[in-house]
């Protein structure tokens, strides 16, 4: 069985994760990030192929697409293309702290982390309980449009479906929200 | 619609979090703050809500989606500044377990999406529901979207004139990029949905939990 992560090294790695986070937004030479890049490849071996591909999937899309918009548009109205020193480093900045993001997440069990503050803990539980019923509540419904139409549901259809799921979501919101407070209060919180 | 981490500097960032942390605090012990009993399930599902509302994706013509945004809700429901709170954790669980948005731009998104967005709504929603009450709330809806979407785009727009070494996209191209969906689609997607969803949770008598 795989040994749990210590939460005291779980706390340090999520203080790490933000100080490093902010540095390494500050940054905009393209040497130094390719410099912590590799650092972080090296620090981070264990998942790193896994990692990478996630942070690719999260901030490719977004980056190129504007990164390619901004090119046109300054190469059209200005007749020139713009450096791309800015550009590259742009890429480099948000893909290092999407790997480092994933890549400290990845190695903190944060339930156990922050086991030293219950409210944040009861809060973190209680968010991600309600999330998942609520979700499967979701899923449901969506299933159930797509199995009442002869075709494929259009955005009218869907905004239609989600209004009337939220009326659902609500009360069964308000309803856990009223149980779980119960609950802890007979457990004397 | 988040911005994520890297485009914005930590000298935009950091007074972000300067703005948004007392108003983090004031929203928690104005709204929240009772004992935790009381308190904490409402924040959780609230926020629940507005997360799982999130992930309901819009089928739009030509073969894309977008998706709800829907905390304004929680704006027209209970208060603007639940709204901030529960939405400010929803970037938050989206940032620490699903790589969206990202921490040091939190503060950001937040007062965006979670703060002018549905603030701008709300106030909407106010001035014209003696009117229609259904035109107010697609208004709501529709205004929410685009406040947000300018406050988004004026933070990047604002970035590249700081330092456009650092964010090399002209206000234009982010103006235009993010707008232009958020007018045609996204925006009436959001106001549809408001009038949808609201009118469709007051016939079902919701009352709500005490916020």
Known sequence: MASRPDPR????????WVTAAFALSALRDTRLLLLALLLLALLFRRGLWRNLWRTLRAVLPVTAGLSLASLAFLRLTGGEWPPLGPYAALALRTGAIGLLTCSV?????????LA???AATRLLVVTLAQIHALRLLAT???DGLRSRLPRRPGALDVVRNAGGITATLFALSARNARDIGEAMRSRGF | MHVPDGFISPWLSLPAYAVAAPLWALAARRH????????????????????????IMIPVPGGTSTHLVGVLLLALLYHPLVAFLCESLVLLVQALFFGAGGVTVLAINALAMGLLGPLAGWLAWRLVRRLSERAALFLAGWVSMQVATLAVAGALGLQH???????????????TGMLVPSLTVAGVVEGLYTVFALTLVRKAGFRGVEA
Request: no cysteine.
């Open chain 1, 140 to 142: 449901d419904s969506r």
């Open chain 2, 32 to 55: 929240f703050g009772r004992a935790s009993a009381e308190s904490l399930p409402v924040v959780g599902s609230l926020t629940a809500l507005a997360f799982v509302i999130q992930t």
């Open chain 2, 161 to 175: 004139r700081l330092d456009p070494d650092y964010f090399p996209m002209p206000l234009a191209v982010t103006l």
């Open chain 1, 105 to 113: 997440l990845d190695r903190v069990d944060l339930l156990r982390a």
């Open chain 1, 9 to 16: 090294r779980g706390r340090w790695l999520l203080a790490a």
């Open chain 1, 116 to 118: 030293p503050y219950p």
